[in-house]
């Protein structure tokens, strides 16, 4: 199960998909709010899109499954992880999104991250390929087919996303990792580049031992599967294979 980070949705995954569609059954989910999702009038939660992906394991019925997730969905496969440990066999989680309460990590009103209602605004009216060009602009180390899925994602963004409440903090979410149970592959950025910082990706490893597999990504930003592609899909098999060989 592939979980997107917020703003994105399940065209994200270009590489990911067919690699491994034609061996197993492969769901990339639409968060809500996200890729023609509906979004709830309620607040936006991890612990709700954890919910969402669980009811979608649970109808599909493909539990046990490895779930990864970026960024806002490396702490939704998290949650689930927690809240409905029998669905899940593993956890990839490229840059999760383990924001903290202290200052620099605090956006707006409701807990909504500062960019958020900028980058919504900056592509309302625009064309799919309007915003791919942007994106080319912006990420010259990104592929055509990634520019492509990012583009559509954002241009199927609900607007109120931004004007909802956001509760990016019901866990510590470094520290819940003591209560994972299953094998974690994380998967972090260069320094500075990313969300994980070096403290935190040294606590995962305190906590989870030998459930961790740590791989980092030193010329790589946040959006790690975009930069580095070849060496995610790698740590991604290396994962698939733990996960195959446990069961």
């Given at each position: 199960?592939?979980?997107?980070?917020?703003?994105?949705a399940?065209?994200c995954?270009p590489t990911?998909?067919?690699?491994?569609a034609?061996?197993r059954p492969?769901v990339?989910?639409?968060?809500?709010?996200?890729?023609?999702t509906?979004?709830?009038?309620e607040?936006?939660?991890?612990?709700?899109?954890?919910?969402?992906?669980?009811?979608?394991?649970r109808?599909?019925?493909?539990?046990p499954?490895?779930?990864?997730g970026h960024?806002?969905?490396?702490?939704t496969a998290?949650?689930?992880?927690l809240?409905?440990?029998?669905?899940?066999a593993?956890?990839?989680?490229?840059?999760?999104?383990?924001?903290t309460?202290?200052p620099?990590?605090?956006?707006?009103?409701?807990?909504?991250p500062d960019?958020?209602?900028p980058?919504?605004a900056?592509?309302?009216?625009?064309?799919?390929e309007?915003?791919?060009?942007?994106?080319?602009?912006?990420?010259?180390?990104?592929s055509?087919?990634?520019?492509l899925?990012w583009?559509?994602?954002?241009?199927r963004?609900?607007?109120?996303?931004?004007?909802?409440p956001?509760?990016?903090?019901g866990?510590?979410w470094?520290e819940?990792?003591?209560?994972?149970?299953?094998?974690?592959?994380?998967?972090?950025?260069?320094?500075?580049?990313?969300?994980?910082?070096?403290?935190?990706?040294?606590?995962?490893?305190?906590l989870?031992?030998?459930?961790?597999?740590?791989?980092?990504?030193?010329?790589?930003g946040?959006?790690?599967?975009?930069e580095?592609?070849?060496?995610?899909?790698?740590a991604?098999?290396?994962?698939?294979?733990?996960?195959d060989?446990?069961?």
């Amino acid at each position: 199960m592939l979980l997107h980070g917020l703003t994105d949705a399940s065209t994200c995954w270009p590489t990911v998909l067919p690699r491994y569609a034609g061996t197993r059954p492969v769901v990339a989910l639409d968060a809500r709010g996200h890729g023609g999702t509906p979004l709830p009038d309620e607040p936006f939660t991890v612990a709700a899109l954890a919910a969402d992906a669980a009811a979608a394991v649970r109808a599909l019925d493909l539990g046990p499954a490895l779930v990864v997730g970026h960024s806002m969905g490396g702490v939704t496969a998290e949650e689930l992880a927690l809240a409905a440990p029998d669905l899940v066999a593993g956890l990839v989680l490229e840059d999760p999104a383990w924001r903290t309460a202290e200052p620099e990590g605090v956006d707006g009103p409701g807990g909504l991250p500062d960019w958020l209602a900028p980058a919504i605004a900056a592509v309302q009216g625009r064309t799919v390929e309007q915003i791919a060009a942007q994106g080319r602009a912006d990420n010259p180390r990104w592929s055509e087919e990634e520019v492509l899925g990012w583009a559509e994602a954002k241009a199927r963004v609900d607007p109120r996303l931004a004007d909802v409440p956001h509760d990016w903090l019901g866990r510590d979410w470094v520290e819940a990792l003591a209560d994972v149970r299953v094998p974690v592959t994380l998967l972090t950025a260069g320094p500075g580049l990313g969300v994980v910082t070096d403290r935190q990706a040294a606590r995962a490893a305190e906590l989870l031992g030998d459930r961790l597999t740590h791989v980092a990504f030193p010329e790589a930003g946040h959006n790690i599967r975009r930069e580095a592609s070849d060496e995610y899909l790698a740590a991604v098999d290396d994962a698939v294979a733990r996960a195959d060989a446990a069961r």
